[in-house]
């Protein structure tokens, strides 16, 4: 038998409390329950569990995945590596997450900020949007591997001297793009200068330092 039509329908103490004259038809001990197992982990966020495809652990099940997995041989900073990745991971990834290298900052994520600039084979590259599977037998340098033993690469030192940074997050991206830009042959005017390096964002605003760091480097750079 259908319940009789206008039947009074039970509403909890919290939405009498709450002044509530009408029950919600998911009342708010509902909507509480499950943003608690949402936050614990127990259920994905995206539909409350109905209808959801999902793993146990998918942060952990995708570098195990042995259908993508592959060892990798390259060389970082002139060190040899050989590593087992996911075939579908970054270079970024593989050198902040893999090799405990952070100096390349992950910004942007779509090659639009320049903060996670590395060479390879001696060209910049924008290393988020970099597959770590086309390292193979290549040469990777990092801000980490820039300077030498006898002291700071001459770009860095300039970056010091000139003051071209303030919050320093994207400075190792903007280093790495700036000793490209020497050695391709483009600091040759401010101009250029400006022209070659607009593929790495400063949100602090530190360019005029930036191009002076530069041009100080590069008369050293070729000195050199």
């Known amino acids: 038998m259908s319940p009789r039509k206008n039947a009074p329908v039970e509403t909890s103490p919290a939405d009498r409390c709450a002044g509530h004259s009408e029950p919600f038809a998911v009342s708010r001990r509902t909507v509480l329950g499950v943003g608690a197992a949402v936050v614990a982990g127990s259920l994905p966020a995206t539909g409350f569990g109905q209808g959801s ?8 099940a995708l570098p195990g995945d042995p259908a993508h997995s592959l060892q ?3 060389t970082v900073n002139g060190q040899p590596v050989s590593v087992l990745i996911d075939a579908r991971t970054s270079l970024l990834d593989l050198l902040r997450e893999r090799l405990a290298l952070t100096g390349a900052k992950k910004g942007c994520d779509h090659a639009q900020c320049g903060a996670c600039t590395v060479h390879v084979d001696g060209r910049r590259v924008a290393s988020c949007m970099t597959l770590a599977a086309k390292m193979e037998g290549r040469q990777v340098l990092t801000i980490e591997g820039l300077s030498g033993s006898d002291g700071l690469h001459p770009m860095q030192q300039a970056f010091i001297d000139h003051d071209a940074l303030q919050c320093g997050y994207c400075t190792p991206g903007q280093i790495m793009a700036a000793v490209a830009c020497v050695t391709e042959g483009n600091a040759i005017s401010r101009e250029r200068i400006r022209e070659f390096m607009s593929g790495n964002i400063c949100r602090c605003g530190a360019y005029v330092g930036i191009v002076a760091a530069i041009e100080d480097a590069a008369t050293k750079m070729r000195r050199g």
């Open 72 to 74: 990798l041989q390259t």
């Open 53 to 60: 495809e999902t793993t146990d652990n998918p942060v952990e």
